[in-house]
């Protein structure tokens, strides 16, 4: 707990300064914009990809297998697409944007501050440079914290995941662990290759571990901001993608969240007895890319 609460607190400083910064200090607003559009497209696409994977795996191997009797009953009210839009990228209170429950909201507030800096000086600004000292000084503080980082991990992973199995829903949660760990072996190297040549797949497996054992303990992408942001500096990445990248990549680019909502979807559809068919799989594909943004700060 002492670990989680330490990470949490940091990592909504950390996303605001790192984003706003990285932003503030770029060549031009146009090379922000250009950095940040390619990197939600990619977000997007390999979301749908592991949703399309996922769909595919539970048409092979339905998560339900069996007849259930169901209990009716009323359902609650839901809210329309226009509400969940604002909800997703803004707050109404200013105070309500510093928590890990709103990093969506936070990020828009610090990409908008951003471009207000460039407007206004951009890196010769004073704001600028103060907004980077500190992003360097947070990294420093999370340095710090991680020395903790093995007491935490083990602690977290045996508090979160030890009743998980003895369910009786190990059938659908066996079919998600398999299958993500696949995906994570065979679309990262080639996302690696894609984005950074020959020898980049090695390179990313050296720098994993840090960052996929505080994720695995802490059940939360925001925690691994400040060590991803950090791992990619060590492997040659650019300082100034990677203060746009990490942070965003942590709240978009959930695709292990767009294959558990599609899984949840063909669980649901197995206990009800309703035919999961290309029609509805479209849609929960849908679905499933644009809800898996909303999961990330949920630990």
Request: hydrophobic share 50%.
């Amino acid at each position: 707990t002492v670990f989680l609460n330490l990470m949490f607190c940091i990592a909504v400083p950390t996303v605001f300064c790192s984003i706003s910064s990285s932003i503030a200090n770029m060549q031009s607003a146009k090379r922000a914009g250009k950095i940040m559009g390619v990197t939600i497209a990619t977000f997007l696409t390999t979301a749908a990809i592991a949703a399309v994977i996922m769909y595919v795996t539970v048409l092979l191997i339905p998560p339900v297998t069996g007849e259930y009797a169901m209990i009716e009953g009323e359902v609650g009210g839901t809210l329309g697409v226009a509400d969940m839009i604002v909800n997703f990228f803004t707050k109404p209170d200013f105070t309500e944007l510093w928590s890990r429950r709103a990093i969506l909201p936070l990020i828009v507030a610090a990409i908008i501050f951003g471009f207000g800096i460039q407007m206004c000086g951009g890196r010769e600004s004073r704001v600028a440079l103060l907004l980077n000292d500190l992003t360097d000084i947070l990294l420093k503080v999370i340095k710090l914290i991680s020395y903790y980082a093995p007491v935490g991990f083990f602690g977290s992973l045996v508090a979160t995941h030890g009743s998980d199995f003895v369910s009786h829903y190990a059938r659908a949660l066996g079919i998600y662990y398999v299958v993500s760990v696949i995906y994570l072996l065979i679309s990262s190297p080639l996302y690696a290759r894609f984005g950074g040549g020959k020898g980049a797949a090695k390179v990313m497996f050296r720098h994993l571990f840090r960052p996929a054992a505080t994720a695995f303990g802490t059940c939360s992408s925001v925690a691994t901001i400040p060590v991803n942001m950090e791992v990619s500096e060590d492997t040659g990445v650019s300082k100034e993608v990677s203060d746009i990248v990490m942070p965003l990549g942590a709240t978009m680019h959930m695709d292990g969240s767009a294959m558990g909502a599609i899984i949840k979807v063909a669980f649901l559809f197995g206990m009800f007895g309703k035919d999961f068919g290309t029609g509805e799989a479209i849609l929960a594909i849908v679905v499933a890319v644009f809800s898996s943004v909303a999961m990330s700060g949920i630990p």
